[in-house]
Every structure is written in C-alpha cells, then in structure tokens.
Antibody, heavy 125, light 106 residues
C-alpha cells in the first residue's frame, strides 16, 4: 500500500524549533519529488516547500523562507522539515504530499496524488 | 506569486444536483491547474490534474475544464459523499491554492 506517515508535531514556544518527518512506503520514494503543505485551524491549504527527487531543486513559500529547511534521505525513504524561529502563525496541520507527474502532449503536469494524515504543530507560549 | 480565487466560497446543494465551482488565476497558467477535495479532519484528495484529466479512481461525475485564467470543476450529479471543501491549485509557478469552496447539504 502506498503510504505517507508524518510525525514530529507538537507544542512549541514562539521562537522554538521542531523537526517534522514523513516516512514513505509502498513506492519508490527516490523517484518522486515531494512537498510540505500546511493548514491552519479553520483555514485553507498553504503550500510550504518542495524538494525534487534528488534534492537538487528546493523551493519555499515566502512565509517560511529562511526559517524552514526541507530535506530528504532516499536511503531511509524519508522526508523532513526543519522548522526554526517558529511563530504563532505557523500553527497548523502539516501534510507531506507526493508529486505525481503526467506527460501530456509534450508538457509535464504535476499534482499531489498521495498525502499523509498530517501532524499538528502548535506554536504557543 | 500567482493568486487564485474561487467562487462561490460556499454553496448549498441537494443530492442529484449539478454543481459548478469556478477558479480564476491572476495570470495565465495554461492548463497547470489541479482540483482537490477535502473532508473534515482528512487530507486532501487529488480529483483533477492538468485542468481536465481525471485522477485514477475518481468517479466520472467529476470533470474539469478551462485554460489560461478561468477554470471550472463540475460535479454532474452530487452524491452524499461529495459534501466537502474543494480547492484549486496552480502548478505553473510556485504553488498556490485557491481559498476553497465548501459544498454542504441544502
């Protein structure tokens, strides 16, 4: 079964740090690029970060740039998100999601086709 | 960044109704548009990719159309399990999601 399982969430004080993990199983993890997406309580989805299959390409949302670091270990089938200098507004459920690519008429289209169940991060004093 | 808007923000409908949700991009994104469904307490589910391609396993009552800046998600005959929030998302540049459309029971 194709599966993503996040862990590492919890309660942290403003200015603190947390490291999220996402364990992949049931597919060749090293062949897929991955994303972190978050959802604040009662709010919509916000993309956080992207990492290519080989870690050669990384992107961040402006809201987390300079504070969060995405990484992966293909040997361990794992994705990570190191979160530093946490703020109240970082409180959210954090999802990892797999990028699937479809080739259509010579163009490549990406969609997040597998998601984890999410891990909750609460930033509060 | 490319901004995504959706309309309506919420709608009430009955089982069997035809439902249409609109998504608009702040600039042309060709067909780099995906649709997701999310139920309370659950992760999002990919429904449509590349604006009109149905994700494997998704019922054929879901369809997508559009290109450029204007896109539509249509549910041809609403089923009880379709009551959820729907998000569009562009992958033309740095990923952004629309604000969501909540579909609830009339």
């Amino acid at each position: 079964e194709v599966q993503l399982v996040e862990s590492g969430g919890g309660l942290v004080q403003p200015g603190g740090s947390l490291r999220l993990s996402c364990a992949a199983s049931g597919f060749t993890f090293s062949s897929y690029s991955m994303n972190w997406v978050r959802q604040a309580p009662g709010k919509g989805l916000e993309w956080v970060s992207y990492i290519s299959s080989s870690s050669s390409t990384i992107y961040y949302a402006d809201s987390v740039k300079g504070r969060f670091t995405i990484s992966r270990d293909n040997a361990k089938n794992s994705l990570y998100l190191q979160m530093n200098s946490l703020r109240d507004e970082d409180t959210a459920v954090y999802y990892c999601a797999r990028d699937e690519v479809a080739a259509i008429l010579g163009d490549y289209y990406y969609g997040m086709d597998v998601w984890g169940q999410g891990t909750t991060v609460t930033v509060s004093s | 960044d490319i901004q995504m808007t959706q309309s309506p923000s919420s709608l009430s409908a009955s089982v069997g109704d035809r439902v249409t949700i609109t998504c608009r991009a702040s600039q042309s994104i060709s067909s780099y548009l995906n649709w997701y469904q999310q139920k309370p307490g659950k992760a999002p589910k990919l429904l449509i990719y590349a604006a009109s391609s149905l994700q494997s396993g998704v019922p054929s009552r879901f369809s997508g159309s559009g290109s450029g800046t204007d896109f539509t998600l249509t549910i041809s005959s609403l089923q009880p399990e379709d009551f959820a929030t729907y998000y569009c998302q562009q992958s033309y540049s740095t990923i952004t999601f629309g604000p969501g459309t909540k579909v609830d029971i009339k």
